[in-house]
């Protein structure tokens, strides 16, 4: 009889061959380095309780058919402690002829013990299988954010994502920009506009993991709903967070007023003529739009043609008036049955996206060899 | 099982699984699936509808077709739920 139980080693190779087809659209069987970061990530440090563990279906014949991975993460929500699920990992074979499987997972982890449930990577089949569990989808952390700073350059690399062949008018591409930029001279539209006594008054410099680390509680502590790291575990995430060929070069910067204050932190990916991929941003209260800027003059600087992230209530409202396009993004989700929890998660005072969900993870972003 | 159950379950398969159409064969032994009228998501609706209307608690276990595949499955499943 098919089932639902916890992940266990004997399940790797299973598994990670259902990820490398269903997601990973690939034919070619999961190779050690993806198998051997599935046990990593979901057994090595899972919790002792069933019910914060990785879930597979079994079929009747005993074969997997479905996984979703259980990342579990301390929070503080006001002057308590609470325990989510991030439950981004979420796959499911066989979903026309066996559309039990993948209900019977979600339903299964959805109703644990644990005060959140949340992915910020759904798609939209996992959108309405998750809101068919009476979960809210957060839309203000749904949203994707992109700035263009080269645009012909930009629509050449958005076009080369489909059809490689097209990176080879790259050079086209920065000759256009050039000319445009020279005639239409400086402008918000092209590149980063200087900003003399606001974001250039303040520098940015690269930062270790370990300084990152440490910095980046001091930044969260204005969200009623945070991550509580425990010792050295998010300097670990950083270290994942290093790996990811397939973005280019990372960026990890301190933004610093003039008396040498931290006053903002930010995490990127992308090499010169790439689109670059925010997995963090945050900065003191009412600084956001500072930092935001001296994130955009340093992607501008080197070389990227956009950039672009996930949403955040406060990022939003401070990207205002910046030449920013909001599109849909993979949605952030969450379930509850706190009704005080929900409604500080619906009015977004929630830092719950990026490196509180997967965005630190080699599954976004990396290949395995 | 009453008819009234069977008339609020068929209304409910009909709304949210055949948008309506009442035009669509749905007899109490019609499977859902090799019809292709439910999904995982479906699946994931009808089984917070039956908790919700009917009061009744459904286990991982119960989601099986042979508990949620007709709409006479799904009426004996309610009935034996209510009754346990």
Redesign the interface.
């Given at each position: 009889?098919?089932?639902?139980r916890t992940f266990e080693a004997a399940d790797l190779d299973d598994v990670a061959n259902l990820f490398q087809r269903l997601l990973r659209k690939t034919s070619t069987p999961a190779n050690d380095d993806l198998k051997s970061y599935f046990r990593q990530i979901f057994l090595d440090n899972a919790r002792p309780e069933p019910a914060f563990r990785s879930r597979v279906h079994l079929r009747d014949d005993g074969s997997v058919s479905g996984f979703i991975g259980v990342l579990p993460v301390s929070m503080q929500f006001k002057d308590r402690q609470i325990l989510a699920l991030d439950c981004g990992s979420f796959v499911?074979d066989d979903?026309?002829?066996d559309?039990?499987?993948?209900?019977?997972l979600?339903?299964?982890v959805l109703?644990g013990p644990q005060d959140l449930s949340f992915t910020e990577t759904a798609n939209d089949?996992s959108t309405?299988?998750w809101?068919?569990?009476?979960a809210t989808v957060l839309g203000s952390y749904s949203l994707g954010w992109l700035r263009i700073l080269r645009p012909a350059s930009f629509a050449i690399e958005a076009a080369a994502n489909h059809m490689r062949a097209l990176k080879l008018m790259r050079p086209l591409g920065y000759a256009f920009d050039g000319v445009l930029s020279r005639a239409v001279g400086p402008s918000s539209w092209l590149g980063y506009e200087q900003t003399p006594g606001k974001a250039d008054a303040f520098l940015t410099e690269p930062i270790s993991d370990a300084e990152f680390a440490a910095l980046l509680p001091r930044l969260l502590t204005q969200f009623e709903i945070r991550p509580v790291w425990s010792n050295g575990q998010l300097e670990v995430m950083l270290q994942h967070a290093a790996r990811k060929r397939n973005y280019g070069e990372r960026h990890q910067r301190a933004v610093k007023n003039r008396s040498g204050k931290i006053i903002g932190l930010y995490l990127f990916y992308g090499s010169k003529g790439d689109i670059g991929r925010t997995v963090q941003v945050v900065s003191e209260p009412g600084l956001e739009s500072i930092v935001i800027d001296c994130l955009l003059r340093d992607a501008s600087a080197c070389g990227l043609v956009a950039v672009r992230g996930a949403s955040q209530p406060n990022i939003i409202q401070a990207m205002i008036g910046k030449k920013c396009a909001f599109v849909p993004a993979a949605a952030t989700i969450v379930h509850t049955h706190d009704r005080e929890l929900l409604e500080a998660l619906k009015s977004g005072q929630a830092f719950i996206n990026g490196l509180v969900g997967e965005g630190w993870t080699r599954f976004i972003g990396d290949r395995f060899e | 099982m009453s008819d009234d159950t069977k008339a609020i379950l068929r209304a409910f398969i009909v709304e949210n699984f055949l948008f309506g159409d009442e035009s669509q064969p749905l007899t109490a032994d019609t499977s859902l699936?090799d019809n292709?009228y439910?999904?995982?998501?479906?699946?994931?609706?009808l089984?917070?509808y039956l908790e919700e209307t009917f009061g009744i608690k459904v286990a991982?276990?119960d989601?099986?077709?042979a508990n949620?595949d007709s709409l006479a499955r799904i009426a004996a499943f309610v009935d034996r739920k209510q009754a346990g």
């Open positions: 009889m098919s089932k639902v499911s979903r026309d002829v559309p039990f499987a993948g209900a019977r979600l339903r299964d109703s089949i309405e299988m809101k068919s569990m009476r | 699936i292709d439910v999904d995982s998501t479906g699946i994931l609706e089984v917070s991982d276990t989601i099986i077709p949620l």
